[in-house]
C-alpha cells in the first residue's frame, strides 16, 4: 500500500498556475485519505470559483493515478478561509525574498520572470489609454490582415476585464484542451483565439479579480494554450496604465506595442502615460494609430471631420515615435462586429496600418518572413 508521504511526494508535482508554486507547499491539502484502492483529496483554493481549478484537478488525478494500486482519485474544492490566505501572503513574501536572494547571488536579474517565447516569431501588444477607443478593433484589423496576407496568427485577448474578441469573431463555447494544453478557438479564416470569455462558465459575468489574479490569468493563457508555432501574436491589452498591462509587459515577451488613441483631447493625454509606461518598461513602441479620426461619406467618400484636427502627426513627431495612419469610423465596423464577422471587413486605411505596423516590425528587428503560399490561398478562401 502507497504511504501518505508517497502521495505527498506525488501531490509536489501539482503546481498552481496562478502563483507557480507546488500545491504541498503552498498549503493548499485540506485532507489526504487512502481507503483501499481510492484516495480522496480536499484542497483548499486561493479563490473561490477559481477558473483554473479544473487544471489542479486534472493533475492531481494524474499524479496520484500513476501510483500502484490506486484506481479512484476524488477531489473535493473548497477556498481558503482569510486567515490561511494572510498566512499564505506571509510565506509567499518570505519565499520570494529568499528566492530572489538566491537569484542575485547566481547573477540573475530581479523581479518576475519572462515567459518563453515557444513557436512564435512576433508578439504584439495592442494598447490604449483609456476604453471605447477601438483597441480590440484595431487588435482584430491586425489579425485579419495579416491572416489574409497567409500568416500564421493568434489573438490572446488580455483585456479580462471587458473582454470583446471572442464576440466580434463569432467565437462562443468553451475550448477544449489536450495534454499539451488548451486548444484555441479558430476563426472562419484560420485565426486563433483566446479570450477569458471563452474560458468563462458565464461569459455575461463581469470579472472582478484583484491584480495578482490578472496577472496570473495573463500568464496561463499565454503559457498554458497551445498556440503551436504562429508569425504573430497580438495581445489586447486592458485599457490603460493599470495592473494588467504591467503584468503583460513584465511577464510575456512582447517584442513591440501598437497604441490605439481618438481624437480627443483628453485621450490623446492619456496616451501619453501609455506611451511612458512602455518606456520605462523597455518595451518598443510599434507606433500611434489614431482611430475614429473622421467619417467617411458613404456617397461620395469625403472625409467629415467630426471632432477638432487632433494634429496627431506633430504630436507623433512630439512624443518621438512613429504615426501609423488614421482610421475613419465606419458604421460597418460597428454591424459586422455585433454580427460577430469582424473578419469580413476590410478597407484601404486598414490594410495600409496593417502594411505600416509591419514594416515597423521590421525596423524593430522582427520576423516578417514569406508566408507559405498555399496557405494564403486557404486563408483567402
Ligand atoms: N473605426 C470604427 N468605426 C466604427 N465603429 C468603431 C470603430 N472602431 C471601433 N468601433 C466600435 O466602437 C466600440 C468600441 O470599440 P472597441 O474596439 O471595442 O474598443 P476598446 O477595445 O478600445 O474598448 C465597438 O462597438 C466598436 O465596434
Ligand atoms: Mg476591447
Not at 160 to 171: R, V, W
Request: aromatic share 4%; with cysteine.
Amino acid at each position: 500500500m502507497v504511504s501518505q508521504e508517497e502521495m505527498m511526494s506525488q501531490l509536489r508535482q501539482v503546481v498552481d498556475p496562478e502563483i507557480g508554486l507546488n500545491i504541498v507547499d503552498l498549503g493548499m491539502i485540506r485532507r489526504l485519505d487512502l481507503n483501499g484502492s481510492s484516495v480522496n483529496v480536499d484542497i483548499a483554493l486561493t479563490v473561490k470559483g477559481c477558473p483554473l481549478a479544473n487544471t489542479i484537478e486534472t493533475d492531481i488525478n494524474r499524479v496520484l493515478g500513476e501510483l500502484p494500486g490506486i484506481s479512484k482519485v476524488s477531489v473535493k474544492m473548497s477556498s481558503m478561509t482569510k486567515e490561511e490566505l494572510n498566512d499564505l501572503g506571509q510565506r509567499l513574501q518570505k519565499m520570494r525574498a529568499e528566492q530572489k536572494s538566491v537569484g542575485k547571488a547566481a547573477g540573475l536579474s530581479a523581479g518576475i520572470d519572462k515567459l518563453e517565447k515557444k513557436g512564435i516569431q512576433n508578439i504584439i501588444a495592442v494598447m490604449s489609454g483609456k476604453g471605447g477607443v477601438g483597441k480590440s478593433f484595431v487588435t482584430a484589423m491586425l489579425a485579419v490582415e495579416l491572416r489574409r496576407q497567409g500568416f500564421e496568427v493568434g489573438v490572446l485577448d488580455a483585456d479580462i476585464t471587458g473582454p470583446s474578441t471572442a464576440k466580434i469573431f463569432g467565437l462562443a463555447g468553451k475550448p477544449f484542451a489536450d495534454e499539451i494544453g488548451v486548444i484555441p478557438k479558430t476563426t472562419e479564416n484560420g485565426i486563433k483565439v483566446i479570450s477569458m470569455n471563452l474560458l468563462l462558465d458565464t461569459p455575461d459575468t463581469p470579472v472582478i479579480w484583484r491584480g495578482p489574479i490578472i496577472n496570473g490569468v495573463i500568464r496561463q493563457l499565454f503559457n498554458d494554450v497551445n498556440w503551436g508555432d504562429l508569425h504573430f501574436l497580438l495581445v489586447d491589452l486592458p485599457p490603460g496604465t493599470g495592473d494588467a498591462p504591467l503584468t503583460v509587459f513584465q511577464s510575456l515577451p512582447v517584442d513591440a506595442v501598437v497604441i490605439v488613441s481618438t481624437p480627443q483631447d483628453l485621450s490623446m493625454l492619456i496616451v501619453r502615460k501609455s506611451i511612458n509606461m512602455a518606456k520605462q518598461l523597455n518595451v518598443p513602441i510599434a507606433g500611434l494609430i489614431e482611430n475614429m479620426s473622421y467619417m467617411k461619406c458613404p456617397h461620395c467618400g469625403e472625409k467629415i471631420q467630426m471632432f477638432q484636427d487632433s494634429d496627431i502627426e506633430s504630436v507623433s513627431k512630439d512624443l518621438q515615435i512613429h504615426f501609423l495612419g488614421k482610421l475613419p469610423f465606419d458604421p460597418e465596423v460597428n454591424k459586422l462586429a455585433d454580427q460577430g464577422k469582424i473578419e469580413k471587413y476590410s478597407s484601404t486605411e486598414t490594410s495600409d496600418m496593417v502594411r505600416k505596423v509591419r514594416n515597423r516590425i521590421q525596423e524593430l528587428g522582427g520576423i516578417t518572413a514569406k508566408p507559405i503560399a498555399w496557405k494564403r490561398s486557404q486563408a483567402s478562401s
